[in-house]
């Protein structure tokens, strides 16, 4: 909320995961990549049907004393409706935190996969624009092995090797 706000470009020069993927780099007014950078999501507050799901993964609720479990549910409802006015605000489809967990999306494609990302058309397709490389070419890369990424296509709605991504 506070990089939309203050108008701020975001230069992403090595990884961008989870919140800062989710909420940071759709709030800057120009999205700047680094030609190896990685953005990259695996989920978020929608990846639940409902924030008794989100509180149920997080809590035990037979273990759980009551009065917390009640306490997860109001923040955890807080949490969504706050995601869901800034994903309005910034006008981008709110299910791109969420595309990898959708039946046949075939997330995680390898096992050392932490995240997928999108190819920069389909970024400008869920509305994650501008996007911009500070380079000739994206070419996302990771430098540990046991930490990979799949490109999840908007057509297919299938991830796959990061390698598709191509001449983007």
């Given at each position: 909320?506070?990089?939309?706000?203050?108008?701020?470009?975001?230069?992403?020069?090595?990884?961008?995961?989870?919140?800062?993927?989710?909420?940071?780099?759709?709030?800057?007014?120009?999205?700047?990549?680094?030609?190896?950078?990685?953005?990259?999501?695996?989920?978020?507050?929608?990846?639940?049907?409902?924030?008794?799901?989100?509180?149920?993964?997080?809590?035990?609720?037979?273990?759980?004393?009551?009065?917390?479990?009640q306490a997860c549910l109001?923040?955890?409802?807080?949490?969504?409706?706050?995601?869901?006015?800034?994903?309005?605000?910034?006008?981008?489809?709110?299910?791109?935190?969420?595309?990898?967990?959708?039946?046949?999306?075939?997330?995680?494609?390898?096992?050392?996969?932490?995240?997928?990302?999108?190819?920069?058309?389909?970024?400008?397709?869920?509305?994650?624009?501008?996007?911009?490389?500070?380079?000739?070419?994206?070419?996302?890369?990771?430098?540990?092995?046991?930490?990979t990424v799949c490109l999840?296509?908007?057509?297919?709605?299938?991830?796959?090797?990061?390698?598709?991504?191509?001449?983007?």
């Amino acid at each position: 909320e506070w990089v939309l706000a203050a108008g701020l470009d975001v230069y992403v020069d090595g990884y961008c995961y989870s919140s800062c993927a989710n909420y940071v780099f759709p709030a800057g007014r120009r999205k700047i990549l680094a030609d190896s950078a990685m953005v990259g999501w695996h989920g978020g507050t929608r990846q639940w049907e409902s924030a008794e799901a989100m509180c149920r993964e997080a809590l035990d609720p037979a273990v759980t004393p009551g009065a917390e479990f009640q306490a997860c549910l109001l923040r955890a409802e807080g949490l969504r409706q706050r995601e869901a006015r800034l994903f309005d605000l910034l006008g981008v489809d709110p299910s791109f935190t969420v595309r990898g967990f959708r039946d046949g999306a075939n997330y995680p494609s390898a096992p050392t996969d932490v995240a997928w990302t999108y190819s920069l058309a389909d970024m400008e397709r869920l509305g994650l624009r501008p996007v911009a490389v500070d380079g000739r070419r994206w070419r996302p890369r990771s430098d540990r092995p046991d930490h990979t990424v799949c490109l999840l296509d908007l057509g297919s709605g299938r991830c796959g090797p990061l390698q598709a991504l191509g001449s983007e």
